[in-house]
């Protein structure tokens, strides 16, 4: 049987059955969906039941948790019961937020956002954040790590630098993978996925593409083969 790609399919639908039956269509090929901010809002964690089936497939609960530490603690510790494979935070949060997520879900892998892939350089200016984006990742991968996040999640084009931080141990997951000729959509910084995991990247963040396409499993399954070819 042919392993699942290192795909997190972003599950960005309307309602929980169409979000259900998307993920029944890619699980065969990819290894992860994602559950976003809206669908959970929408929903609650009934969503995660349902998305993940009898396949088992591995959830990526990405709330993006970004507040006082002891709130983000809490908040983590009450997802942690829907024993998603990983949970979102900020890492623009500090040390002392990503660290009371990681204690408070200790079987979960809390990845950290270096940087919103919609940002540019201009906008990061805006923020106050002087310098490449590059720079300014790896300097929130460096803090995240320290303090326990065992993945971040970067932009593809940064994911190259943010490995050479971090090292090998830490799971890269990389949005605003794009196969060539599709929409870029809001994202600033793109890549295809087979530069991105050329680049380092561990899991890859598909949405649009796959969701979007009109039969999801093939677009997955095509997606899937490609990454192979270049594995291989």
Not at 114 to 133: C, I, N, R, V, Y
Not at 217 to 225: H, L
Request: glycine share 10%.
């Amino acid at each position: 049987m042919t392993t699942p790609a290192p795909i997190a399919v972003a599950l960005d639908a309307p309602d929980m059955e169409t979000a259900a039956r998307w993920a029944g269509l890619v699980t065969p090929h990819v290894s992860t969906v994602k559950v976003g901010l809206e669908l959970y809002l929408r929903h609650g964690p009934d969503v995660i039941a349902s998305v993940r089936g009898a396949s088992g497939v591995q959830v990526f609960l990405d709330l993006k948790l970004h507040d006082i530490p002891n709130t983000v603690g809490a908040a983590a510790r009450a997802v942690a019961r829907l024993k998603p494979t990983y949970l979102t935070v900020h890492a623009a949060g500090g040390h002392a937020m990503v660290k009371a997520a990681v204690e408070a879900a200790p079987n979960i892998q809390i990845a950290a956002v270096t940087l919103l892939t919609s940002l540019s350089e201009a906008d990061l200016g805006e923020l106050g954040m002087q310098g490449p984006p590059t720079d300014i990742a790896r300097r929130m991968a460096a803090v995240a790590v320290g303090a326990g996040a065992q993945a971040l999640v970067c932009s593809p084009r940064e994911v190259a630098a943010v490995r050479a931080e971090v090292g090998p141990d830490v799971t890269l997951i990389t949005p605003g993978v794009r196969p060539a000729g599709a929409d870029t959509q809001d994202q600033a910084r793109v890549a295809t996925p087979e530069h991105a995991i050329a680049q380092g990247a561990d899991l890859l963040v598909i949405g649009r593409p796959i969701t979007g396409a009109p039969d999801p499993g093939a677009a997955a399954a095509g997606i899937a083969a490609a990454l192979r070819r270049v594995s291989a």
